[in-house]
């Protein structure tokens, strides 16, 4: 047998084709506001912490800005605020750093900001 109606103040109130039994379990729920915690957990997103790591980058095509001969490029890497540099590689239009690795924390890894700018020195 369900219930025509819900205790006051509940907020859908009886659950349609809910038994009795489920009905009072559901409002217990919504009484003690475990309803409501487990809403806000299943609803809101939480930052997950952990590392980023860069490693073997390249770049390809490079434009020439030294007059007397090719680039000498490197990288500025930025995240979150934090910034590491590679080194410079000498008259080159595209380096590769691969012996270079970077490591960063981050705060969340579902929208963590991440700038990588090429300069020439």
Do not use: S
């Given at each position: 047998m369900t219930r025509s109606s819900s205790r006051p103040g509940s907020?859908?109130?009886?659950t349609a084709g809910a038994t009795e039994v489920e009905n009072r379990a559901r409002d217990a729920l919504v009484d003690s506001g475990a309803l409501d915690v487990m809403e806000?957990?299943?609803?809101?997103?939480?930052?997950?912490p952990g590392k980023l790591v860069l490693s073997s980058l390249q770049c390809k095509n490079?434009?020439?800005v030294d007059k007397l001969g090719d680039s000498d490029p490197y990288l500025r890497i930025f995240v979150e605020g934090?910034?590491?540099?590679?080194?410079?590689?000498?008259?080159?239009?595209a380096p590769i750093w691969d012996d270079s690795s970077f490591t960063f924390d981050i705060e969340d890894t579902g929208c963590a900001e991440i700038t990588l700018m090429v300069t020439a020195r």
């Open positions: 907020p859908a109130g009886p806000k957990i299943l609803t809101e997103r939480h930052k997950i490079l434009p020439r934090k910034e590491a540099k590679t080194e410079v590689i000498e008259d080159n239009l």
